[in-house]
């Protein structure tokens, strides 16, 4: 299984819109019975991030797009981001708007939203290993009445 997490250097997460990520970890995830193993394999540079956009404004809607608003360009840019991303088959963040959503969609990748207090990949990783398995565990409980 291959994971995307937007970062701003190698060890730190980048919590607003996922689209201005300066960077993208790709990690590995193999489950070799007993254990699970996670490797990153490549750092992905945003060609779409910008210090210059970084503005009061962006912060008070952690940088999201308005879908409504969105000119055609910047909506193929979101496309483009995420066909360099197609190989992938999870991308965990923060945040992110509908327009890269509807993009990582088409393409096969699915967002696995992670909470804001999670700073580090590793850490990321290990919350989304351990979502997955219990949500897994869980279609397996039945409620009796």
Not at 35 to 46: A, E, K, L, Q, S
Not at 63 to 76: L, N, R, V, Y
Request: proline fraction near 6%; charge should be negative; charged fraction near 20%.
């Amino acid at each position: 299984m291959r994971v995307v997490i937007p970062v701003k250097n190698r060890t730190d997460v980048f919590h607003d819109n996922m689209f201005k990520a300066p960077l993208f970890a790709v990690y590995t995830i193999d489950h070799i019975e007993p254990n699970v193993y996670c490797t990153c394999i490549d750092i992905i540079n945003n060609p779409y991030s910008s210090p210059d956009d970084i503005s009061p404004e962006h912060f008070e809607n952690h940088g999201i797009c308005d879908p409504e608003s969105c000119t055609m360009e910047h909506i193929t840019e979101h496309y483009i981001l995420s066909h360099r991303m197609k190989s992938c088959d999870y991308v965990l963040a923060d945040h992110f708007c509908a327009n890269m959503t509807k993009a990582l969609q088409e393409k096969g990748v699915a967002i696995y939203k992670i909470s804001p207090f999670l700073h580090s990949p590793d850490i990321a990783i290990k919350n989304f290993i351990l979502g997955v398995s219990l949500a897994s565990k869980l279609q397996h409980i039945h409620f009796r009445t």
